[in-house]
């Protein structure tokens, strides 16, 4: 099966446009090619603020990548994206994040299926403590409405665009926990990408990875960028480079510069992107 | 200056590494010498001792096996306390000799140890087995000494056996049965003649069982008759082979776990009280998991984690502080009279005034040491769940899991070990607790486990045996605590080993369950 293929219609494919280029160190997408409209979020952990007045649109089947130092709140606007941040009572915010047109906070979008549309893939890899093919088929039986060669078809398909199947075709009924890390991660992916999400969110997912296993989550993200909007927090400025297509530098909670990949990593506007990019500044 | 700092540092790193192993090595050597106490005088009890026949300087002739030897209080020389059996005939079963009066000590082959249903053990010689005048077959052999006398004792043991198991057989099988059919329908004349046959037919069982009698001499030359029904075993001691001495104590060990206990628990066996302990765990277990597991959850992954949370845990922590006695009149007020009471009135009506639930019983006693231990599940479940990791709760949430299937599919799973360790836990303590089972339940003489073939089948307002009581009864409140003493630490040992059966079933449940993954594969 060919992994860029999803099964029934597969999803019409529109290349981002640069609507309006630059206004100052930001650029901005017309509403329609962007998928994530955020409008100024700010975001705090109790008293402690981590976004302020956050505004950015991300485009639609795209890889844009957030980068920016430790705890200058590129994880804490991915987990805003898909409303992880409902867990924590300390969490409060205000702003508006808008996907495809929709507030994700209105109380008519249920957050279940908020997040089924927005699938996350975490720094760690976290297989649940099931089969391979019961960690892949998790999100298909809390849909429940498959049959069982359906679920098998999904599953199938899933493993291949996740670039695995080839490794655990003979073993689906094995623990997921046997799994190397990085096939572990790839498994997740594979989870995530079973339920059809429209996002993908991925926090830092080749951190904890050799760099073999990083490069293929890295091969996976390109060949994945087609059909759905990519959001990747990284440390790691080449990979940034390598997979994504826009960037965006935060610093204490605030978008310094946000620009095509090549242009500001090549010719960054601000000499405080340039200073961190070039590692001059911790 | 810093060199001497160093050599004092490594000095005090060693010292405290000698610490911890000395600490640790004294643990182990009380556990150690407790489990050998335990076991030693428990089960040395059923090794068939040798019967000395000693003659004292008067003449005085007597029989039986050495207890222990001390030094005379007052004067030089020792004395010896000697277990001398026929209770029925000298009063007593014990004597203490000064070994100076000891004139010969000898061990002759052909005295004979039996164990009676009456009167305990009698040491001494066996004359002659008088069959009784209706058994065809058998002339009186009363002159007939030694040996033959032996085998007849023997062969008429072994048929008493048998007479046994068919009597209970006939009246397993036949009579209740019988009467059960005609407490449904007294008009039933059929089951009414069958049953009359089959009661005379467990009558001349019984009248054949009494026929025989044994003609009886103590070694100092009294004689007296003994009819055979009473008499549970028979050995010689001193004829026994070691292998065969090996099979009298493997036995004896056996008739002490599978029987009921006899002569108000100095004696007997302690099968009841095996099967009431453990049969109390195990329903204690089924009722504390669900509670302190749904406790745990609620607590964890519910409740608001605020100060009343964090009261709450501190409160249930230190619940397990509560002396167990505590529990125990909780559980008599709350559940034996308040419960217990209201379930009599409102459905057993008609037996009343004798409770059905309204007293100690298993359920009663199951459900104290449930709330004795749910502070224990509570609290290992909570650590389960504490442990484990924020990702994986998160990873089943960002696939659209809610909240409550996130719990169920993911988290409880992985919560199940810890659950283990708390039950395993909680079973520990349960098992070797008394204090409180002396208030709603437990009995000292219950020789009907509370699990028969009668509807419905497990008798949960019966009374119940327990070896942690039956060690404290046997040893306090026996006519003969000395007798009872090899009993007391036999049965502590066994209740040790229930517990780390108990134990060892939930821990290989957990092993189970924690390499059900790599056991995936094998499917």
Known sequence: ?282 | MSRLWARRRAAGEGAGAWLAAGSVALSLLLLGSLLTLLAVRGLGHFWPASVALVELDDGRQLAGWTVRELPLPESEGRERLYFTGNRDRDGDVWEWLPVARIAAQTYPPELVVLERRRWGTFIGRLVAVEPGPETPGWESETAAPGDTAWARLAARLAALERLREARETLERETIRPLVRRLEADPEDTAARRALAAASERVAHLRAAMDETTLVLESVDGRRFRQPLVEVLAATRPNALSPLGKLVAWGRGLWRFLSEGPRAANSAGGVWPAIFGTVLMVLLMSLLVTPFGVLAAFYLNEVAHQGRLTRLVRIAVRNLAGVPSIVYGVFGLGVFVYGIGGTLDDWFFEDRLPSPTFGTGGLLWASLTLALLTLPVVIVATEEGLARIPAHQREGALALGATRLEMLSRVVLPMAVPAMLTGVILAVARAAGEVAPLMLVGVAKLAPQIPVDGDFPFLHLDRKFMHLGYHVYDSAFHGDDVQAAMPLVFATALLLVLVILVLNLTAIFLRHHVRTRHAALSRQ
């Open chain 1, 1 to 282: 099966m060919n992994p860029q293929a999803i099964p029934e219609e597969g999803r019409p494919t529109v290349k981002a446009t640069v609507s309006r280029p630059s206004r100052g160190p930001v650029i901005d997408f017309s509403p329609e090619a962007s998928c994530f409209d955020i409008e100024g979020l700010s975001l705090a952990y109790g008293d402690s603020p981590a976004l302020e007045a956050l505004t950015l649109r991300v485009p639609r089947h795209c890889v844009t990548a957030f980068i920016g130092p430790s705890g200058c709140g590129k994880s804490t606007l991915l987990r805003a994206l898909n409303r992880l941040h409902d867990l924590d009572e300390t969490v409060s915010h205000a702003g508006r994040i808008r996907l495809e047109g929709q507030d994700i906070h209105a109380p008519e979008v249920a957050v279940d299926d908020l997040r089924r549309r927005v699938g996350m893939v975490f720094q760690t890899p976290n297989p649940f403590p099931m089969s391979i093919y019961d960690n892949v088929a998790f999100g298909l039986r809390l849909r429940g409405v498959l049959t069982r060669r359906r679920r098998d078809d999904i599953v199938e398909w899933a493993l291949t665009a996740a670039a695995l199947w080839h490794e655990v075709k003979d073993r689906l009924r094995e623990s997921a926990w046997s799994l190397s890390g990085g096939q572990q991660q790839r498994l997740v992916i594979a989870r995530t990408l079973a339920v059809e999400p429209e996002v993908l969110l991925l926090d830092e997912p080749a951190s904890a990875l050799d760099p073999i296993s990083t490069l293929k989550i890295e091969d996976l993200i390109r060949s994945l960028k087609g059909q759905l909007t990519l959001i990747l927090v990284t440390h790691n400025m080449q990979q940034a480079a390598r997979v994504s297509d826009y960037t965006a530098f935060l610093q204490q909670g605030r978008l310094v510069e946000y620009a095509p990949t090549d242009t500001l990593f090549t010719n960054p506007r601000l000499a405080r992107t340039e200073n961190y990019i070039t590692g001059r500044m911790a």
